[in-house]
């Protein structure tokens, strides 16, 4: 067993909230669900008293500690998930990944993931980081389609985690940012930790802050709808990166409401509908460039096109 350290509730914005919402805003690794469970068991104490009720609802300056169980050991099964490849050898494969594909699973969510899917298409993919992340060298967030490299070998493994390790993997993305970015070229070089507000977000006001720098060229600026397209380099590889940087300088991607778009932003009919019709954030990883972990030949790939509904805005707004 595991003990935690003991959480204050201390948050004026967040009185009133149920004690498994609570918990899993704090440690947003595990689900709510998963914490419901942790207080049905006895493991969870608010100032120094067991509950098990997951909906008591805190007060300011509530006491909440708990002990997490040894991880269960998750069973994960090759799915026939449909994969779109778009290069192959012995040792890695490049995938696109689309929107609402989470990349490996967790405690509560053990199905319909990329590592299902790999495992069922591939006849060998390399465990070296455990059967639940096997070929995962890097990640994108669920709700952000893209390229990925995978790895089928476990030299493969090692060597392209060295490459990402060492920032010499060139991510490129496209972004579709709400308002319009002025400078046609920026570099946005802000740390990035996990917030202290809220602990299922990044931001840049956090205690355990770590470098992060984005580089930018602004392609189209559509006034009559205040959007802007924007080509996206990473230097670093923090989590929600690109989403955090956007948001501190004022442009939230277009559909990112966990940090801060507001529809009311968007400035015409046809804007609105493309938002509706996205569902999720704009942005897309359209291009992977990185040295073939065995033969050292550099490896450069793009989308050929971007996935819809965002193609066909982007030839009509």
Known sequence: ??????????????????????????????????????????????????????????????????????????????????????????????????????????????SGTLVNALLYHFENVSQYGGRERAGIVHRLDKDTAGLMVVAKSEFAHKELQKQFQDRTVDKRYMAIVSGIVKKDHGLIDLPIGRSIYNRQKMGTTATNLRDALTEYWVKKRWDEHNLTLVDIKLHTGRTHQIRVHFSEIGHPLLNDRTYGFKKSSLKSEIAREFSQKLGYHALVAYRLSFKHPRTGKQIDISLERMPEPIDHYLSVL
């Open 1 to 110: 067993m595991m003990e935690r350290e003991r959480l204050t509730f201390r948050f004026e914005e967040e009185k009133g909230k149920r004690l498994d919402q609570f918990l899993a805003g704090a440690y947003p690794e595990f689900s709510r669900s998963y914490y419901q469970k942790l207080i049905k068991d006895g493991l969870v104490q608010v100032d120094g008293k067991t509950v098990k009720k997951p909906s008591l609802k805190l007060k300011e300056g509530n006491q909440v500690s708990l002990t997490i169980p040894p991880p269960e050991k998750i069973d994960v099964q090759p799915e026939n998930i449909p994969l779109d490849i778009k290069y192959e050898d012995e040792d890695i494969a490049v995938i696109y990944k689309p929107p609402g594909m989470v990349v490996h699973p967790s405690p509560g969510h053990t």
